[in-house]
C-alpha cells in the first residue's frame, strides 16, 4: 500500500528492500520515475548542453573515468555495470562513450546474442558468468540476463514456468554476485515514445544506422504498453536494496551521457592515480644500416 501511495504521488513509502539512502537523497518522487518510461509522458526539455560544452565536460569526463579505472586496477575491485533500456533509448551511444578512453584490456563491453541450442539447456544465468570480470576489470552488459523479463517475456520466447523462476532467482543471483565482492550497477534508459518514433525513422533513413533496427526492434514498437507492463514487473522483483535499478532520462541524448557517466563515477569512490609521465629513452644511435628500398613494399592505394 505504501508502494502504491507513493507511486500516486503521496508519501514516500518507509525504507524496505526497494528503498535506498543514496537515492532518496536524491528526493525524486517515486512517481516521478515511474512516468519517465510512461508512454504518452512528456520528455524533458530538449535544452541540453550546446555541442561545445558537451564536448568540454566529456573531455572532463574521460580524464576522471582514466583515473576511476587506474583506481579500479590498483584495488582489485570487480565492476559489472548493465545496461538495460528500451530499443533506441541510447545504451549503446552511453557505452561507447563511457568505453573511449578506457583500456581495453581491462575495460570491455559484452552483448550477447541470442542463446544457441546448447545454450538454451543450461542453466539460465550460465552463459553469463563466464564473462563476469577478475580482480581489476570492468565489465559493461549491453542488456544482460534481464532479456528474460523483457524481450522473452513479451514475445513468448520463454514459458510462464521460467519467467516466474527468473523473478524468485535473480535477486539471489545479484546478492550472491554482490556477496562475492563485485560491484553491481544497473541503468535502465527511459526514452518516450515520441523520441523512440523519432529515433527509429531516423535509422530507416540513414543506410548506416539500419542495422540497429532489428525486426524485434520493430515487433517492441508495436508492444509499447506490453513492456511498460514487463518493466514494472521486473522493477518490482529486482530494485532492490543491494543492487537497485537507476533510471536514466534518455530523450536527450548528450544530457544522458553525461549523467551517467557522472553518476557510474560516484558509485566507485576513487583516488587519482594517474599514471606518472613516461621518459621516453633516446633512439639507438645509426650504425651505417642500409633498410631496403620502399619500392620493395606494397602500399595500398591513396585515393585521398
Known sequence: M???KAREGGAASPPGRNRRPERDALDIPAAAIDRAAAPGSEPKA?????????????????????????????????????????????????????????NPRFARVVALPAPTERERTQW????????????????????????????????????????????????????????????????????SDAEQERRFQDRLDDPTKRWKLSPMDVESRARWLDYSKAKDEMFAHTDFKQAPWWVVRSDDKKRARLNVITHLLGQVPYEDLTPEPIVLPPRQKDTGYVRPPMSDQTFIPEPF
Open 2 to 4: 505504501a508502494r502504491r
Open 46 to 102: 530538449a535544452d541540453g548542453p550546446s555541442r561545445k560544452a558537451y564536448e568540454a565536460q566529456l573531455r572532463r569526463l574521460d580524464v576522471e573515468l582514466v583515473k576511476w579505472e587506474e583506481w579500479i586496477k590498483a584495488r582489485g575491485l570487480k565492476i559489472v555495470v548493465i545496461f538495460e533500456g528500451r530499443d533506441a533509448a541510447g545504451k549503446g551511444g552511453a557505452i561507447k562513450r563511457i568505453m573511449e578512453p578506457l
Open 124 to 191: 539460465y544465468f550460465q552463459r553469463y558468468v563466464v564473462h563476469l570480470p577478475a580482480a581489476g576489470e570492468i565489465v559493461l552488459l549491453d542488456r544482460s540476463w534481464y532479456n528474460r523479463a523483457g524481450v522473452e517475456r513479451v514475445m513468448g520466447f520463454c514459458s510462464e514456468e521460467e519467467y516466474q523462476e527468473f523473478l524468485r532467482s535473480c535477486p539471489e543471483f545479484e546478492r550472491m554476485l554482490v556477496r562475492s565482492g563485485i560491484i553491481l550497477i544497473k541503468y535502465w534508459f527511459s526514452v
